[in-house]
């Protein structure tokens, strides 16, 4: 039996569910790196950098997903996704800044990417609440 063809509302339905996933994940991971470092220290800790390397890591890397999602037909959808592009690029900016300054042990550069992360999020997040959608 062949595939059901998926319509318009089908694609779009996928679409959205596949950016929510995606957006609910880089929040966890956001939400448990901000428990495990409540506030901007850089701590001497020997597991500190590889802990926020990682978290730095996955979060560039959902956010390349997040990215490469193609959007449906529509000219309210090309228009959407260059907003959810630009605040992805700042996020992802953002992360790579954060991991220099883990990996260079630049202390003031870690509390700037500290500081940034949260609007830089919001800021992805509101990208994704198009009302167009």
Known sequence: MPPTPID??????EFLTAQRQLLDQLKARQDQFLLDHPN???????????AVAKFIDQSVCLAGELRAIPAPPGPQFSEAAGSE???LDRYIALLQAGRRAVV??????????????GAAFDAVQKSFQNPLR
């Open 8 to 13: 318009g509302r089908g694609l779009f339905r």
């Open 104 to 117: 260079t042990r630049n202390v003031t550069q870690y509390q700037a990417f500290y500081d940034g992360l």
């Open 40 to 50: 901007r220290t850089f701590s001497q800790d020997a597991s500190f950098r590889p």
């Open 85 to 87: 592009t630009a605040a």
